[in-house]
């Protein structure tokens, strides 16, 4: 299965993914950890990626292209998988079309993760991250007594992502609106799109999404 999940900073792609990859044994495809991988490590790529994600702003083209080829020619992205936060605008969307139409694999479905922007912005700044395991956490829902320390890490600190700050917040939500939603029609147009409601319990939403990919 070979599925794109969409939707705006905050809407439940990250976490959705760790369910689906347990479900239907295919590997998340973020661009966003990839690109936080590469800046963790100091290359030359997360470098480059730096300003732009500090500033809530989209990394070049070219750049995430590169490594969205590089990832899906890996073994385990033969059987399927899932892309998280890519593609992000019209020219990532046709160049990921020719990928997979030279590979013969096209797209199964794209699952638009639907939330209210209020709720978007509550869970952007309640979120917090392991700082050892980068597992997510969240101050307003996650279980009490798992916070401020990771309950799988001896103890390792919770942190928030430099881009959760309230005033990046904002720009990515901009960038999603000019950006991001013009895939909306794109991908209604291709026959391809399924609408879930994303403003819901974890479980809720996953239940959501198995139902929409098995339309
Ligand atoms: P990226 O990491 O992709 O960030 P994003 O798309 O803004 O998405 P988030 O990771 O913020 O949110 P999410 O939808 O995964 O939500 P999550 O599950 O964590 O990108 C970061 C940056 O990298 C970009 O700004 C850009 O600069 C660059 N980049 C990435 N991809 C790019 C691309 N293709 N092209 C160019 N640049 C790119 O959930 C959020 C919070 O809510 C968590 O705390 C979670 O616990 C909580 N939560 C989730 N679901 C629920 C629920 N159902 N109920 C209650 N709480 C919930």
Request: hydrophobic share 40%.
């Amino acid at each position: 299965m070979r599925i794109v999940l969409l939707g705006a900073p905050g809407s439940g792609k990250g976490t959705q993914s760790q369910r689906l990859v347990k479900a239907y044994g295919i590997p998340q495809i973020s661009t966003g950890d990839l690109l936080r991988e590469a800046r963790a490590k100091g290359t030359e790529l997360g470098l480059r990626a730096k300003a732009a994600m500090d500033a809530g702003k989209l990394v070049d083209d070219a750049t995430v292209l590169g490594m969205i080829r590089e990832r899906l020619s890996l073994p385990d992205a033969v059987n399927g998988f899932i892309l998280d936060g890519f593609p992000r605008n019209i020219p990532q969307a046709q160049a990921l079309e020719a990928m997979l139409a030279d590979l013969r694999e096209p797209l199964d479905a794209v699952v638009l993760l639907n939330l209210d922007l209020k709720v978007l912005f509550k869970r952007l700044t309640g979120r917090r991250i392991c700082e050892n395991c980068n597992r997510v956490f969240n101050i307003y829902t996650s279980l009490p007594g798992t916070l401020p320390h990771c309950d799988q890490c001896a103890g390792a600190r919770l942190i928030q992502r430099d881009d959760d700050k309230e005033e990046v917040i904002g720009k990515r939500l901009d960038v999603y609106e000019a950006q991001t939603k013009p895939l909306i029609s794109h991908y209604t147009a291709a026959g391809l799109l399924r609408t879930v409601d994303a403003d819901a319990d974890v479980e809720t939403v996953f239940a959501n999404i198995q139902r929409a990919i098995a339309k």
